[in-house]
């Protein structure tokens, strides 16, 4: 009896061996905003053999200007053959979604000037395909890997990619900082890892585009534009990118995709102190996650995010400190969470869409902190698991306005606990840049700028990259005129000189200040009632006068002087470090801040934020870094007759005696209270969430429990 099973099991065995295996080839279901260009499509495999070739073909008959609704994602084999198996295909959906702003807002037709690539500096920027070093060839097929790594050699901190697809087997890796890569958009300007590469298939997650960590915390004016990163399928092990990116650095339309979505995590943040830095109008497709951090230290701001096609969680942050605002994210590929905290990490979500989820869709762990608003999420249940006090509170549906533990405040607990709703403005784009050939181009001589500007016949006007401009110890003062709407600096060097840009005039339209020059050489006065824009510049000082416009700051560093109460002012990603005097001095004015990382290292701690004469402000994410004692009283924000919120605040004190001993302090009418803090305790800590929502009255309610009363 026995003999005959095993004759009826090896006859089942042998016929089996007849039939070749099966790889299922499945379309990701994808969304897609009314008006944006169709994203990469992905597909997810039933098994992942190492012996594919040629390529599954995807399309869809979604456009850009597609009607609101679901179209079908084609799949057929196409070329694609693995060895040993045959191919089945499964269709994909395409869901088509009225425009809201949220998720990236892709721009895949970047325009640089003609003098882009030409300047009178030392070490200009160099066009990766027509340079004397090496030409990188964007055909798709010729491997590049050699020749991108020596671009990226010392003193090269400006590549520029024209339209291609740049063909890479190996490691790409930028040995110091202060380097920029631009492309003239993430779906136009493509650096695609070879399918099949072998570095990325020996069992050992290894990053891709992986810069080195200078110093460890030395990661400055790092930059990524208009350009797409395409992982080819069976890569398994491949990290697209790992970054750091200190006090200035930012992702702008940057698009990260795995063709067949089986790699660890999109974008890594296991560097050493990643941030603080912004990404903006980033796009991630594929991968078993989107994004991933094991660091505590800094904090990293995601303005019009989106994350699709992930297989697994799809953030997992554990306990860094991320704020996001427009964020969507399509979970229907998701085996997880759309995100899940680490302890000590504090995460901001605004404005935002969590979509075609399942199972929980927000989890926070003990020790950590979620401030939630105006966020829809379908498909999850519970929307988020909020374990951050130790007790699990869920919230399901859409999650209007939540956040972990208690709220705090001093004068203010019998009323209700709510944010101050302040208005939300996107920073302003250069609106009317005519034809780049008519941009007019500074020269190599920086005396001759002011002049220049002053007597544009152009409304923008421009300074071809370089790392090298020569010039004198002399700081030069420009009044820039109302025809000028437009300068870019694009974040380049010089020599001694410092500048001071004026602005007096009364013009509509906003000014826009696009990286200037680095190490703090640019003064920006602000007299005139036109609005300003400050991107990607690491100021030596912002200095408003009563009367001045509205200003936004969008990854910006340093210094800043007393914001007026003439001016509503918004920042994303705004890292001060003035250690002297307050860091962020706000005199009536109406503050936002989505991201807010400040370090002080004088003896006496200066504070952080100072609210006077009525001022409104909204703080979401703050990174607290005290770099020595403090002789006991002080806060690291002040508030007198002013309405304050702030969600989650991180204080990180590594070194006991290290702070400040009140969280907050506040005055109102002639009654000051305190929020006790940590001090002198080294550690790491956090106030969950703090509310100041009535202003300078007669009349106040008692001091809450636990408050110290001056």
């Given at each position: 009896?026995?003999r005959s099973?095993?004759?009826?099991?090896l006859?089942?065995i042998?016929?089996s061996a007849?039939?070749?295996?099966?790889?299922?080839?499945?379309a990701?279901t994808?969304?897609?905003?009314?008006?944006l260009?169709?994203?990469?499509?992905v597909?997810?495999q039933?098994t992942y053999?190492t012996?594919c070739?040629?390529?599954?073909?995807?399309?869809?008959?979604?456009?850009?200007?597609s009607?609101?609704?679901?179209?079908?994602?084609?799949?057929?084999?196409g070329?694609?053959?693995?060895?040993?198996?045959?191919?089945s295909t499964?269709?994909?959906?395409?869901?088509?979604?009225?425009?809201?702003g949220k998720?990236?807002?892709?721009?895949?037709?970047i325009?640089?000037?003609?003098g882009f690539?030409s300047?009178?500096?030392?070490?200009p920027?160099?066009n990766?395909?027509?340079?004397?070093t090496c030409?990188m060839v964007g055909d798709?097929?010729t491997?590049n890997?050699?020749?991108?790594?020596?671009?990226?050699?010392?003193?090269?901190?400006?590549?520029y990619?024209?339209?291609g697809v740049?063909?890479?087997?190996g490691?790409?890796?930028?040995?110091?900082?202060s380097?920029?890569l631009r492309?003239?958009?993430?779906?136009?300007?493509?650096?695609?890892?070879?399918?099949?590469s072998?570095?990325f298939?020996?069992g050992?997650?290894?990053?891709?585009?992986?810069?080195?960590s200078i110093?460890?915390?030395?990661?400055?004016?790092?930059?990524?534009?208009g350009i797409?990163?395409d992982?080819?399928?069976?890569?398994?092990?491949?990290?697209?990118?790992?970054l750091a990116?200190?006090?200035?650095g930012?992702?702008?339309?940057?698009i990260?995709?795995s063709?067949?979505?089986?790699?660890p995590?999109?974008?890594s943040?296991?560097?050493q102190y990643p941030g603080p830095a912004l990404?903006?109008?980033?796009?991630?497709y594929?991968?078993q996650?989107a994004i991933?951090?094991?660091q505590?230290e800094?904090n990293?701001?995601f303005?019009e995010?989106?994350t699709?096609?992930q297989?697994?969680r799809?953030v997992d942050?554990?306990?860094?400190h991320?704020q996001?605002?427009?964020w969507?994210?399509d979970?229907s590929?998701s085996s997880?969470?759309?995100l899940?905290?680490?302890?000590y990490?504090t995460i901001?979500i605004?404005?935002s869409?969590l979509?075609?989820g399942?199972?929980?869709g927000?989890?926070n762990?003990?020790?950590?902190?979620?401030?939630?608003r105006?966020t829809?999420?379908?498909?999850?249940?519970p929307?988020?698991?909020?374990s951050g006090?130790?007790t699990t509170?869920n919230y399901?549906?859409n999650?209007t306005q939540?956040?972990t533990g208690?709220?705090t405040s001093?004068f203010n607990?019998?009323?209700t606990p709510?944010?101050?709703y302040?208005?939300e403005?996107e920073?302003?784009?250069?609106t009317?840049?005519?034809?780049?050939?008519?941009?007019t181009?500074?020269?190599?001589?920086?005396s001759t700028?002011?002049a220049?500007?002053?007597?544009s016949?152009?409304?923008?006007?421009y300074l071809?990259?370089?790392?090298g401009?020569?010039?004198?110890?002399t700081?030069?003062s420009?009044?820039?005129?109302d025809t000028?709407?437009h300068?870019?600096f694009?974040?380049s060097q010089?020599?001694?000189?410092q500048?001071?840009?004026?602005?007096a005039?009364s013009?509509s339209?906003p000014l826009v200040?696009?990286?200037?020059p680095r190490?703090?050489t640019?003064t920006?006065?602000?007299s005139?009632t036109?609005?300003?824009v400050?991107?990607?510049a690491?100021?030596k000082?912002?200095?408003?006068?009563a009367?001045?416009?509205?200003?936004?700051f969008?990854d910006?560093?340093?210094?800043v002087?007393?914001?007026?109460?003439s001016?509503?002012v918004w920042?994303?990603q705004?890292?001060i470090?003035f250690n002297?005097?307050?860091?962020?001095?706000?005199a009536g004015?109406?503050?936002?801040v989505?991201?807010f990382k400040?370090e002080?290292?004088?003896?006496?701690?200066?504070p952080?934020l100072v609210l006077?004469a009525?001022a409104?402000?909204?703080?979401?994410?703050s990174f607290?870094?005290p770099l020595?004692?403090?002789a006991?009283?002080?806060?690291?924000?002040?508030s007198?007759?002013?309405?304050?919120f702030?969600?989650?605040?991180?204080?990180f004190?590594?070194?006991?005696d290290?702070g400040?001993?009140y969280?907050?302090q506040?005055?109102?009418g002639?009654a000051?209270?305190?929020?006790p803090?940590?001090?002198?305790?080294a550690g790491?800590y956090?106030?969950?969430?703090?509310?100041?929502?009535t202003?300078s009255?007669?009349v106040?309610?008692?001091?809450s429990?636990?408050?110290t009363?001056?």
């Amino acid at each position: 009896m026995i003999r005959s099973v095993a004759l009826i099991l090896l006859g089942c065995i042998v016929s089996s061996a007849t039939f070749a295996q099966t790889v299922t080839v499945t379309a990701s279901t994808l969304t897609m905003e009314q008006g944006l260009p169709v994203p990469p499509l992905v597909w997810v495999q039933s098994t992942y053999p190492t012996t594919c070739t040629g390529a599954p073909a995807l399309s869809t008959t979604a456009t850009s200007g597609s009607s609101v609704g679901t179209y079908t994602i084609t799949a057929t084999a196409g070329t694609y053959a693995c060895t040993g198996y045959t191919i089945s295909t499964v269709n994909g959906t395409m869901n088509v979604i009225a425009a809201d702003g949220k998720g990236a807002q892709i721009n895949n037709a970047i325009v640089y000037p003609p003098g882009f690539t030409s300047s009178a500096a030392t070490q200009p920027a160099l066009n990766v395909t027509s340079n004397s070093t090496c030409n990188m060839v964007g055909d798709g097929v010729t491997d590049n890997t050699s020749c991108f790594n020596t671009l990226l050699g010392p003193g090269r901190s400006y590549l520029y990619f024209p339209a291609g697809v740049y063909l890479v087997s190996g490691q790409i890796s930028p040995p110091y900082n202060s380097w920029n890569l631009r492309g003239v958009g993430p779906q136009q300007s493509v650096i695609r890892l070879a399918p099949n590469s072998a570095a990325f298939n020996t069992g050992t997650n290894t990053p891709w585009f992986n810069p080195t960590s200078i110093g460890g915390n030395e990661n400055f004016y790092e930059f990524i534009t208009g350009i797409g990163f395409d992982v080819g399928y069976g890569n398994p092990n491949a990290i697209p990118m790992t970054l750091a990116m200190n006090n200035i650095g930012a992702l702008r339309d940057v698009i990260i995709w795995s063709e067949d979505s089986n790699c660890p995590y999109a974008l890594s943040f296991h560097l050493q102190y990643p941030g603080p830095a912004l990404s903006k109008n980033l796009a991630i497709y594929g991968c078993q996650e989107a994004i991933s951090s094991n660091q505590i230290e800094y904090n990293w701001v995601f303005d019009e995010l989106t994350t699709e096609g992930q297989t697994g969680r799809i953030v997992d942050s554990g306990p860094a400190h991320f704020q996001f605002q427009h964020w969507l994210s399509d979970g229907s590929m998701s085996s997880g969470q759309a995100l899940e905290t680490g302890q000590y990490g504090t995460i901001d979500i605004l404005d935002s869409s969590l979509l075609n989820g399942s199972g929980t869709g927000i989890i926070n762990v003990p020790g950590a902190s979620v401030f939630v608003r105006n966020t829809t999420v379908t498909g999850y249940s519970p929307s988020e698991a909020d374990s951050g006090t130790g007790t699990t509170v869920n919230y399901t549906g859409n999650l209007t306005q939540n956040w972990t533990g208690a709220a705090t405040s001093t004068f203010n607990a019998n009323l209700t606990p709510s944010s101050l709703y302040l208005p939300e403005q996107e920073t302003p784009l250069p609106t009317d840049d005519p034809t780049p050939s008519n941009w007019t181009a500074l020269t190599g001589n920086p005396s001759t700028w002011c002049a220049q500007i002053t007597g544009s016949a152009s409304v923008t006007v421009y300074l071809p990259p370089a790392n090298g401009y020569s010039g004198s110890s002399t700081t030069y003062s420009c009044s820039i005129p109302d025809t000028v709407n437009h300068l870019n600096f694009y974040n380049s060097q010089i020599a001694g000189s410092q500048f001071n840009f004026t602005i007096a005039g009364s013009s509509s339209t906003p000014l826009v200040i696009d990286g200037c020059p680095r190490y703090s050489t640019c003064t920006v006065t602000h007299s005139g009632t036109r609005t300003v824009v400050i991107r990607d510049a690491s100021l030596k000082a912002y200095a408003a006068s009563a009367g001045a416009g509205n200003v936004f700051f969008e990854d910006d560093a340093n210094g800043v002087g007393t914001l007026q109460a003439s001016q509503s002012v918004w920042g994303r990603q705004f890292d001060i470090e003035f250690n002297s005097q307050p860091q962020l001095p706000c005199a009536g004015c109406t503050l936002w801040v989505l991201g807010f990382k400040t370090e002080n290292a004088y003896p006496d701690l200066a504070p952080s934020l100072v609210l006077t004469a009525g001022a409104r402000a909204e703080i979401f994410g703050s990174f607290w870094y005290p770099l020595s004692a403090s002789a006991g009283g002080t806060a690291p924000i002040y508030s007198t007759n002013s309405q304050l919120f702030a969600a989650p605040i991180f204080s990180f004190e590594n070194i006991a005696d290290y702070g400040w001993q009140y969280w907050i302090q506040e005055t109102k009418g002639l009654a000051t209270a305190s929020i006790p803090g940590p001090y002198p305790a080294a550690g790491n800590y956090i106030l969950n969430m703090y509310y100041s929502t009535t202003g300078s009255a007669s009349v106040y309610p008692s001091v809450s429990a636990g408050v110290t009363l001056k």
